[in-house]
């Protein structure tokens, strides 16, 4: 019996109809899906195919230990991250092992700050492993807007809301086109960098892009506004243009 | 009789199996089709959706009326390609106005340094325009690579080869992950942004990627290579992993 391959497929923003064809393809013959999940939530990418997936699928949905309640700067952080890590990658080895293809389902595309590189890192000298990319959540988000986010030679950047105000502030003023990911409970922060760097009244706020409930406003036209943590703000760019 | 609608289809980095299922049914279903491309050269885009678009389906191939025979600074420079994309708005409205679907075929994403943008602002007041959002080339390009780009906070910064020098190397330096895209006759520069930043041995180069060409080295190793224009670079990022 040959080891059966992992595949990370990238779902993209949300909308089925945006994801690859081949990703529709595996999600279609899947016989065992992997995911991630907060514990206690169905899990957005689960979400995301409902419908898609067999109902014969074997599903193994893996539950992050910890989400906000360890800060990132303490090292219990990384050390319980990496153990479930470990427990994942040891799961799936095991089903490959037994021959068996396994999807891990994505959010966005794979390589481009996703969980699934976690477990890439660890299996890909192991087994057989597979990244299928998708279209990114700042695609879904700027398509949203119905205007380019680059033009010309414009310089785009790409931040976590996460970083701290000050780097935030000094990379956004650098640049000429803007996303800005990972928002939710950093938002006052970046409001207070993007008016620091001069670009508050361009930005725009995407929530759900590409999503039945997706909106899109001005960032100013949201003031107090609670937003989830995948949404996304996007400053475009103003380069040359014919 | 009603107004069409120009869909300006993103068709990713090149392997049609990773075109959304959006762009695959506008593919296949296309009555009308038109693409830019270099004048007497079939067209890159155009070639992707080869054996996608039906025999029946009316073509019209936009040639650009210069790339690089007239300098970006020369005013002249301007003034033809606003003309050229002033004519073939003219004849996609006219199209649209007498009730046909016009699929526009856009390499890479739409709206991330696109031509079509340049329709797209031209038409949006005057007829219905769709954009689909597809997997940028930057996607292809680092899933090639077998590593993630971007982890943890990273900042990922994105720069076309046809910025200057100091610009380049600047940006360069402050990135943690780095993609630089338009290489071609930039690529001697590029090299020593890329070395004054020190991130020059970090560096990979990625020709064609995800067609069956694709080719991934690292820049260090293609010393002295002629590469084509839409090759890009790229640098992953270093950020926090458990």
Known sequence: MSTGTV???GLGPGDPDLMSVRADRLLRGARHVAFFRKAGRPGQARRIVDGMIPDSAEEFPMEYPVTTEIPLTDPRYNEVLSAFYADCTDHLRGLAEQGADIVVLCEGDPFFYG???HLYTRLKHQIPVEVVPAITG????WTATGAPVTWGDDILTVLMGTLDEDT???????ADALVVMKIG?????VRRALRAAGKYEDAYLIEYATMPNQTVQLLSDAEGKVTPYF????????GRRP
Chains 1, 2 share one sequence.
């Open 185 to 189: 409970r950093n938002i006052d922060k």
């Open 138 to 141: 700042m695609s879904g988000a």
């Open 231 to 238: 949404s996304i703000i996007v400053v475009h760019g103003q």
């Open 7 to 9: 595949f990370g497929v």
């Open 168 to 174: 935030l502030a000094a990379r956004m003023g650098d």
């Open 115 to 117: 969980s699934f590189m």
